[in-house]
Each structure stands twice: as structure tokens, then as C-alpha cells.
């Protein structure tokens, strides 16, 4: 019984860094990566769709990003959700082909996504934290219900501990890793 639980919060815990990972990857560098887009939902037809949904997505150059929608009507669409993001990139179109030039990052500009990358491993951080506590919440009414002792449950949440120790660190090494990224000239 004790092992489902630590299976489960294992499971959750992996999910936390994976969607830390997608978050990181949708921050700007100074390269062109289709990940950039990710966070981006078009208002198609009154519905909120990504926008990898909407187009292909290419880098044909490190500096660029090029999107061409499926429906050519959606192009202005499409352009202005990506001006009125927190992207910083203006967009320009030739009536079929969207290209989104990435320019150079200013170190200021550096310093805040920085900034970004930090509050979202903080996120990743507290949502491994929110499995954990969950898991022992769990362990306790076990040991309330007495269908497990208490040196099974103290055995369990030393585990459920390391765990949470092991994710973290996973996070934080994704983050130093970002950070470099990010502060690369």
C-alpha cells in the first residue's frame, strides 16, 4: 500500500520537473527554437487554440522563426497575439507566411528573463512540495485508519522526503542550465 503511494508521488513529482522543463524551453535565448511559441493561444474562431495547432512552425536560420498558418485568414489573428505577448518579437507577413525575426537580447532584457526562468523553477519547486505534503497527508491517515504502524509511516516519509530532495535538485539543475543559456553572449 505504502509502495502506491510512493509510486504515485514518484510519478508526480517527474510530471512537476517535465512541465518545469516545457516552460523553460518556451523562454526566449538568443537562438530560434518553434518551443518559443508553445505558450501562445490564438483566438481562432472564438475558441483559445495553440498555435502549433493553427501552423507549421520552422527555424530556417538561428535568428528566425517562420509560421504558416493552415487557414491564411487567421494570419492577422495570429500576428497580433504574437505582438500583444510577452514575447518582445514583431512579427511580419507577406500575406502567407508569417516570419518572426529574433533579435540580439539586450542585458537588461537578459537580467529580466532570468528573472522569469527563476519564478517558474520556484513554481516547479512548490508544485513537487504540494506532491509531497499530499503523499504524507496520505501516510498519516494510513496510520490513522491503522492500516499501517507508525515506523512504516516515519520509513515512508523519509522516502517520500528524498524524493522530494532528488526533484528539486532536478529542477535546480535545469535552471542553472537555463540561466547559462539565457546569460550566453
Known sequence: MIENFIGDATQRMDKSVDA???HFNSVRTGRATPALLDRITIDYYGTPTPLK?????????????????????????IEKTILESDLGLTPSNDGKMIRLPIPQLTEERRKELVKLVRQMAEEGRVAVRNVRRDAIKHLEELV???????????????????????HTARIDELLKRKEAEIMEV
Open 20 to 22: 518545469t522543463h516545457e
Open 144 to 166: 490513522k485508519n491503522r492500516e499501517v504502524g507508525d515506523d512504516e509511516e516515519r520509513t515512508a516519509e523519509t522516502r517520500v522526503q528524498k524524493l522530494t530532495d532528488e
Open 53 to 77: 495547432n493553427l501552423a507549421t512552425i520552422n527555424a530556417p536560420e538561428p535568428r528566425m522563426l517562420t509560421i504558416q498558418p493552415f487557414d491564411p485568414s487567421s494570419i492577422k489573428q
